[in-house]
Nanobody
Framework: QVQLVESGGGLVQAGGSLRLSCAAS????????IGWYRQAPGKQRELVAIFSSTGSTNYAGSVKGRFTISRDNGKRMVYLQMNSLAPEDTAVYYC????????WGQGTQVTVSS
């Protein structure tokens, strides 16, 4: 199974920025999709941003224009640059990939204070 390890979470004030990183144990080209989900307390896990199988990107409407997903194939890394953070962005952020099965990282906490 693919191993995914997130890093970069933390506490930030509203309006601030964070960059999350996800290290994959396999080459990114071997993955059908890879991206980020998040889960806030008491809420369902939701898509944040993802690379589709065609390489195109999809974003949740709530983060468009503020978050940017990117990848470094050589380093087997996927990033999520988060700008203009708001308290409603507070959640555990998970790296996700599909490689014939769903693969999840352990999650990294992002807390945005008002």
């Amino acid at each position: 199974q693919v191993q995914l390890v997130e890093s970069g979470g933390g506490l930030v004030q509203a309006g601030g920025s964070l960059r999350l990183s996800c290290a994959a144990s396999v080459g990114l080209f071997s993955l059908n999709t890879i991206g980020w989900y998040r889960q806030a307390p008491g809420k369902q896990r939701e898509l944040v941003a993802i690379f589709s199988s065609t390489g195109s990107t999809n974003y949740a409407g709530s983060v468009k224009g503020r978050f940017t997903i990117s990848r470094d194939n050589g380093k087997r890394m996927v990033y999520l640059q988060m700008n203009s953070l708001a308290p409603e962005d507070t959640a555990v952020y998970y790296c996700y990939a599909w490689a014939r099965v769903d693969c999840w990282g352990q999650g990294t906490q992002v807390t945005v204070s008002s």
